[in-house]
Antibody, heavy 120, light 110 residues
Framework: EVQLVQSGAEMKEPGESLKISCKGSGHSFTTYWIGWVRQMPGKGLEWMGIIYPGDSDTKYSPSFQGQVTISADKSINTAYLQWSSLKASDTAMYYC?????????????WGQGTLVTVSS | NFMLTQPHSVSESPGKTATISCTRSNGSIASSYVQWYQQRPGSSPTTVIYEDNQRPSGVPDRFSGSIDSSSNSASLTISGLKTEDEADYYCQSYDSTTRVFGGGTKLTVL
């Protein structure tokens, strides 16, 4: 069974750093792309970027380029989304999702989401 | 880049048919596949339609997708509405470098 299991909810203060994770199982982690999607409170879905764990090829939405870093460790079937300096506006639910292709293709499996709350 | 515009909300009665539109701002709707995701409250999204009109296994055939080049839009149609279909629905497409989601439509079944 394909699963994407995300790390737990985080509460951080503005200016802090954060790295959340998405661990895949039940499929060949290095032959699928893993994307990240933001959902701010009460709002819609926003595509942030995507990584191919096989060779770490990464593509970012222009809206998120330079704001976050997407990485992966194929040895432990895990993808990451990180911030170097959080802002209150980063408060959101973040989902990882699997796709066969970088921009084409659909997200066939989704993680359960990681809630990130940034507040002083 | 382009945008995908959806109606904010759609309401329909159980047993009836609901249609949700998704209009592409520039570029042809037919140039890239459109997917549709369902998100129930408190849950992760799931795919109900991919590649314009394909249903993943397990999605009932009450769900169908289409595109209309004349209006440059895609549509998700749900027939025989059930209360369990009440959810947010998002269309999504792409160009050569990015994926784009529509703003989402809240479907109310009452």
């Amino acid at each position: 069974e394909v699963q994407l299991v995300q790390s737990g909810a985080e509460m951080k203060e503005p200016g802090e750093s954060l790295k959340i994770s998405c661990k895949g199982s039940g499929h060949s982690f290095t032959t699928y792309w893993i994307g990240w999607v933001r959902q701010m409170p009460g709002k819609g879905l926003e595509w942030m970027g995507i990584i191919y764990p096989g060779d770490s090829d990464t593509k970012y939405s222009p809206s998120f380029q330079g704001q976050v870093t997407i990485s992966a460790d194929k040895s432990i079937n895990t993808a990451y989304l990180q911030w170097s300096s959080l802002k209150a506006s980063d408060t959101a639910m973040y989902y990882c999702a699997r796709s066969e292709m970088a921009t084409m293709g659909y997200f066939d499996y989704w993680g359960q989401g990681t809630l990130v709350t940034v507040s002083s | 880049n382009f945008m995908l515009t959806q109606p904010h909300s759609v309401s329909e009665s159980p047993g009836k048919t609901a249609t949700i539109s998704c209009t592409r701002s520039n570029g042809s709707i037919a140039s890239s596949y459109v997917q549709w995701y369902q998100q129930r409250p408190g849950s992760s999204p799931t795919t109900v339609i991919y590649e314009d009109n394909q249903r993943p296994s397990g999605v009932p055939d009450r769900f169908s997708g289409s595109i209309d080049s004349s209006s440059n839009s895609a549509s998700l149609t749900i027939s025989g509405l059930k209360t369990e279909d009440e959810a947010d629905y998002y269309c999504q497409s792409y160009d050569s470098t990015t994926r784009v989601f529509g703003g989402g439509t809240k479907l109310t079944v009452l």
